[in-house]
């Protein structure tokens, strides 16, 4: 009699094989629910290293979520101008990096106050690096204006302010004549905050006539780049004389500071208005220590009549892009002298204050006279030294 004998599996495989379609059911769930998440814009995908179709399928949605994601910032970024505050900015880009986004215009500004601008046209991400949008750390200067008063340097400050890659201390700090001995930090501790790529930048117009200016200044930094604003001393003398006597309103007169003699025309060089204007004996003392490459020189009348002209020359010397034009400018009738049409953190039309722009006394024309014949020979030796002919003589 034939037997058939029916083998079953042992009770332990029949459980192992129900586990393993279990956990595959469970795996294919989990895979189908990732995969819906993904095409609903849920989930950022995962960049994944692997062979076969799974790698093209992840490399394709990674695609396509960048693509979004560039779209919706620059939809963002480019209907109007925008002004936020920082820890907005921060919000919103914190996870984006340049490499993420290619060819993104959006030209973002830090000013001195709290506010960024954004503004379309521009391109933040030119510098190959995005910068951190954070507060920055003090540094030494990396250029001074150091003169000269009454040439116009409250106005160049002003002006390059308006430069998203300037930062400048507001008030004069006096660290190379007066306050030397507080010492770097606590001369350090006076600057605004710079981000990377940005300078730094003070003006104490003093410098020029202190004697030790020069070698402190180099001993900070030899490579400081140094910038004097200068003037028609004769002007200059008039103007510096102006705003004592609108202090001091008992001062004597003009001209007889002028003179340690007026009978014999004897200039008195020891009146700082008058000492300060012989620009070549100042000069010669920063040459001691600085190359002329490093000293540039704007001229004040210039300042006053193509104050973009100059500025560019300004922008050129610290190295930076020209961001300041004509565009920003308008000439007031009033005060006699350029006005920004938009203040560095305003959106508002800003003109230098009441103290500048003064109504200057009258002066006896032969006074004048005879201080342009003694400023003549310094006048000459300076467009010498220069390089440059200012036309204080013509």
Known sequence: MAFSRVYSDPPSKSISRTFAVMLLSILASLYFLHCLAERSGTCIPTERRETGPVEGFYVSKLKDFESLKRKRLKKWTSTRPLVMRRHSLIHRLGRVSEENLPGLEANVKMSNSSDVYLEPGGSYFDTGKLRTLGEGSKKLPQAIIIGVKKGGTRALLEFLRVHPDIRAVGAEPHFFDRNYDNGLDWYRDLMPKTLEGQITMEKTPSYFVTHEAPARIYAMSRDTKLIVVVRDPVTRAISDYTQTLSKKPDIPTFESLTFKNRTTGLIDTSWSAIQIGIYAKHLDNWL???????????????????????????????????????KHFYFNQTKGFPC????????????????????????????????RDFYRPFNMKFYQMTGRKFGWDD
């Not at 001229?299 to 973009?308: H, M, T």
């Not at 560095?344 to 006896?364: A, F």
Request: hydrophobic letters at 35%.
């Open 340 to 371: 920004l049409k938009k203040a560095e953190g305003s959106s508002k039309p800003h003109c230098l204050g009441k103290t500048k722009g003064r109504t200057h006394p009258n002066i006896n024309p032969e006074v004048v006279q005879r201080l």
């Open 288 to 326: 001691q220590f600085f190359p002329m490459s490093q000293i540039l020189f704007v001229s004040g009348e210039r300042l006053i009549s193509d104050p973009a002209g100059e500025l560019g020359r300004v922008q050129d010397f610290l190295g930076l892009k020209r961001i300041i034009t004509d």
